[in-house]
């Protein structure tokens, strides 16, 4: 499965941005999508996550309440639509796949900006 992110951008503090992920290739085979981030200085850290097939979402504690992943099956494409953005949420996003339950995230987008002014 190849992976394109897109939608960062530059955002005052408070402000709203959407970042999609759109998949191609052998996207049946995909289990589960995931957002990571990674800011200036620091590792890689997980955002949220979901099966594909459906059900309940997951969220790093430090996003809860303000993002939400969701999808489109008929596209191919996953969202992470993100509220109340605040400058510690400037990082580098990225999307991945999983192809397991348990299994690694194989497959990683490219990885797409985003900068929120205070």
């Known amino acids: 499965v190849q992976l394109q992110a897109s939608g960062g951008g530059l955002v005052q503090a408070g402000g709203s941005l959407r970042l999609s992920c759109a998949a191609s290739g052998r996207t049946s085979s995909r289990y589960g999508m995931g957002w990571f981030r990674q800011a200036p200085g620091k590792e890689r850290e997980f955002v949220a996550r979901f099966r594909w097939s459906g059900g309940t979402a997951y969220y790093a504690d430090s996003v809860k309440g303000r993002f939400t992943i969701s999808r489109d099956k008929a596209k191919n ?24 339950e348990y299994g690694e995230y194989a497959s990683w987008g490219q990885g797409t900006q985003v900068t929120v002014s205070s």
């Open 77 to 100: 494409t996953s969202y992470l639509q993100m509220n109340s953005l605040k400058p510690e949420d400037t990082a580098v996003y990225y999307c991945a796949a999983r192809y397991s």
